[in-house]
């Protein structure tokens, strides 16, 4: 099943299936785990998040020619931080510039597959990960360089964290209509240039391995999302670099699940 979160006509917040622009069939439940159709139709005003994350974990260098074009060694086991659930944005809203990059251009794009986990899961072997996804979307994982690299003590979580450093969507698809998330094209441009083109094929964990490693005694909640890394062409390692700046447009398309696509606007 495709779905979509939105706003309907009255502000409500509702679930749905895309029929056509700007329409959507309605879906009933008590969360998006449990959706049924219900046959109606109805307007869709603006697209949300196709859900609010439980937790957001994110995985860096996990792309091979990423990893090559950082001059990064190829990680032996994955490379783990997290976004704050405050970051999350949605489609077709502004990312915005952080007035405290001030120290001029930092912002830089991530495409990303998103893994969406569907039951609690603790402990699974990989040969048995992919059965605990409900779904996949589109992410964007902004990231301002100087905050990563060197003000934020170490970590990464502070450049990555910001105020609408996660979108989200619009579409989520559920597993049984992805049978191979390592076989997806991966597309991001930048005001319709492309910029980064892959495959999840180059993924050094795949996402089976992801979800067991990320499971080792640690429950992984229903509604978890994980950001599975992304590929070469990111803005920072370019000549000259590419940072966003306000006025961009910016969108990452996967094969299969849809495009997300953001303005950029100075925060």
């Known amino acids: ?100 990059c001030n120290h001029g251009p930092e912002v830089d794009y991530e495409g990303e597959l998103a893994v969406v986990i569907g039951r609690r899961t603790r402990n699974v072997a990989p040969s048995q990960a992919l059965g605990h996804i409900f779904g996949y979307t589109a992410a964007i994982d902004v990231s301002a360089r100087r905050w990563q690299k060197s003000a934020g003590g170490g970590q990464w979580i502070r450049g990555k964290g910001f105020d609408t450093f996660c979108p989200l969507g619009p579409m989520l698809v559920t597993a049984d209509q992805i049978p191979d998330p390592q076989n997806l094209r991966l597309t991001t441009t930048l005001n319709n240039q492309v910029m980064q083109d892959s495959n999840t094929s180059d993924m050094i964990f795949p996402v089976a391995e992801l979800v067991s490693f990320l499971s080792m005694d640690t429950t992984l909640l229903p509604g978890t999302v994980i950001l599975t890394g992304t590929p070469e062409g990111v803005g920072f390692v370019r000549q000259p670099p590419v940072f966003l700046k306000p006025g961009d447009e910016l969108s990452v398309e996967i094969d299969g699940i849809g495009r997300l696509s953001c303005p950029v606007e100075a925060g």
Request: proline share 11%; hydrophobic share 40%.
């Open 1 to 100: 099943m495709r779905i979509i979160r939105f706003e309907d006509q009255a502000g409500q917040t509702q679930w749905g299936i895309p029929v056509s622009a700007g329409m959507a069939e309605l879906l009933a439940g008590p969360d998006i785990f449990e959706l049924r159709p219900t046959g109606q139709r109805i307007k869709v005003s603006h697209l949300l998040a196709p859900f609010e994350p439980r937790n957001i974990f994110c995985i860096g260098l996990n792309y091979r020619n990423h990893a090559k074009e950082t001059k990064a060694e190829i990680p032996s086991q994955p490379v783990v931080f997290m976004k704050p659930t405050s970051a999350l944005n949605h489609p077709g809203r502004p990312i915005r510039i952080p007035a405290c």
